[in-house]
């Protein structure tokens, strides 16, 4: 049998080191000589650690199950370790932990938000569009749209809605007694195809009669006050029907649909372009507005910026200094105003919210209440949406569609309001505590 053979190689067996002579007598003389000293077996050079990123236990949807399968197939003599995610998946991580938050607090409280100001083209009604339909969108609570512009708005076209087929503002005005219940709003306002959020369109009120022919003989501060009513029942008895209420409002702050808008609502959010600088100073104006008609520290607590159409990667930081360089002289234009109208009594106590709040905070601007909306083509285009025979049909609210960044500064706006509002009253904060189940419950519901 040949050597080189397969079958007589396996029998083969390789002799001892201490046999093996070195190839050359240089490697003889270059080995170190290890007489009279001790030898030490050598140590394996310590593999690096594998980095980790921290993160929470997720309480509910997908990546609960991700976590649960993952643990289940893990030795019990092997630690548990979630190893670090990518960019997109802390973002998709970021938008499940955002949605479930939000769905607990809307399981306990009920909101009507009003987006403001007084000039126009401040993004006020895509803003209005975009929290409306992502908060139906996620919690599944009835959500209805009231197009408060008595100029003839167009949020119709952002939810594909034609205006003849919805309830317009004067008819609502006219029947508001009786939405009261959700059959009826359901049968006069229509609805966004994807979401379900029903809208009550706006009309041009200027050339429409609302009051009768004896109303209209009482002095203007009369009828001022009996339009007023009318809407702020209106608001209410809609808010009665359904889970929370979106007001969008037109330019200007005299309007008795604006003024009841803001005097019904328990959070203000100032809306604003990034590239058109004219609509911050419409913001701090109508900070200054309201203020003067109500108080500061009703828009301190309840107000909220939110400047859409960023770039992309700008950090809100950067976006909020930015807004506060713009508007700075105006708001210590604000402050003067202020101050020289104002008593001695009144002079302290806006000497007191300086020291306390600084000039900026004391009008509600402050970095912790402002957001800033990523730039989406596709929101550029959401009132401008047909399908293939030309039909409008709205919007779109999936992070598919927007982008995820764009959703997640929608759900942090929406989730922060929630949590805010929910920490000014004690009560509410009680009976979260007090609730062993965050499923939707009308009773444990608050109204605020």
């Known amino acids: 049998?040949?050597?080189?053979?397969?079958?007589?190689?396996?029998?083969?067996?390789?002799?001892?080191?201490?046999?093996?002579?070195?190839?050359?007598?240089?490697?003889?003389?270059?080995?170190?000589?290890?007489?009279?000293?001790?030898?030490?077996?050598?140590?394996?050079?310590?593999?690096?650690?594998?980095?980790?990123?921290?993160?929470?236990?997720?309480?509910?949807?997908?990546?609960?199950?991700?976590?649960?399968?993952?643990?289940?197939?893990?030795?019990?003599?092997?630690?548990?370790?979630?190893?670090?995610?990518?960019?997109?998946?802390?973002?998709m991580w970021d938008i499940s932990e955002l949605i479930a938050e939000l769905r607990r607090l809307a399981s306990l409280l009920q909101m009507k938000i009003v987006v403001l100001n007084s000039k126009g083209g401040a993004a006020k009604t895509p803003t209005t569009a975009y929290l409306a339909t992502t908060f139906m969108d996620v919690t599944n609570d009835p959500t209805v749209i009231l197009d408060m512009n008595q100029n003839f708005g167009n949020m119709n076209d952002w939810l594909g809605i034609a205006r003849e087929d919805t309830m317009g503002l004067r008819e609502a005005i006219q029947f508001r007694d009786q939405l009261i219940n959700f059959s009826a709003i359901a049968k006069a306002f229509r609805s966004h195809a994807e979401t379900g959020v029903r809208l009550m369109a706006s009309e041009d009120l200027r050339t429409m009669k609302l009051l009768s022919d004896a109303e209209l003989k009482l002095p203007r501060e009369e009828q001022e006050k009996l339009l007023l009513q009318m809407f702020t029942r209106l608001i209410d008895n809609v808010f009665s029907a359904v889970h929370s209420v979106f007001l969008d409002t037109g330019n200007g702050m005299d309007y008795e649909s604006n003024l009841s808008s803001v005097r019904a609502a328990n959070v203000f959010l100032f809306s604003g372009l990034w590239d058109k600088r004219e609509s911050y100073d419409g913001i701090i104006a109508t900070i200054g507005g309201y203020g003067n008609r109500f108080t500061r520290e009703m828009i301190r607590n309840k107000g909220y910026i939110v400047i859409s159409d960023t770039p992309a990667r700008m950090e809100r930081k950067v976006v909020f200094d930015t807004f506060l360089r713009h508007v700075h002289d105006n708001i210590e234009h604000l402050y003067m105003t202020a101050y020289d109208a104002a008593d001695a009594d009144g002079k302290e106590e806006l000497d007191h919210e300086l020291a306390r709040y600084g000039m900026p905070g004391m009008f509600g601007v402050s970095e912790e209440r402002f957001f800033a909306v990523p730039h989406s083509a596709d929101i550029a285009q959401g009132a401008r949406r047909t399908d293939a025979s030309g039909k409008v049909i709205g919007l779109k609210v999936g992070g598919e569609a927007i982008g995820f960044n764009v959703r997640k500064a929608f759900l942090e706006i929406l989730r922060t309001i929630f949590h805010d509002t929910l920490l000014r009253h004690e009560g509410v904060v009680r009976s979260l505590h007090a609730t062993s189940s965050p499923s939707f419950n009308a009773q444990q519901v608050a109204r605020v």
């Open 1 to 91: 049998m040949s050597i080189g053979s397969d079958d007589s190689n396996k029998h083969l067996v390789a002799p001892p080191s201490s046999l093996i002579l070195p190839r050359s007598e240089d490697e003889v003389t270059s080995k170190p000589s290890n007489k009279g000293q001790d030898t030490q077996p050598k140590q394996k050079a310590k593999e690096p650690k594998r980095e980790l990123t921290v993160r929470p236990i997720p309480r509910e949807g997908m990546p609960k199950v991700i976590y649960t399968a993952k643990k289940l197939v893990t030795p019990k003599d092997r630690p548990f370790v979630i190893p670090k995610m990518t960019a997109h998946d802390q973002l």
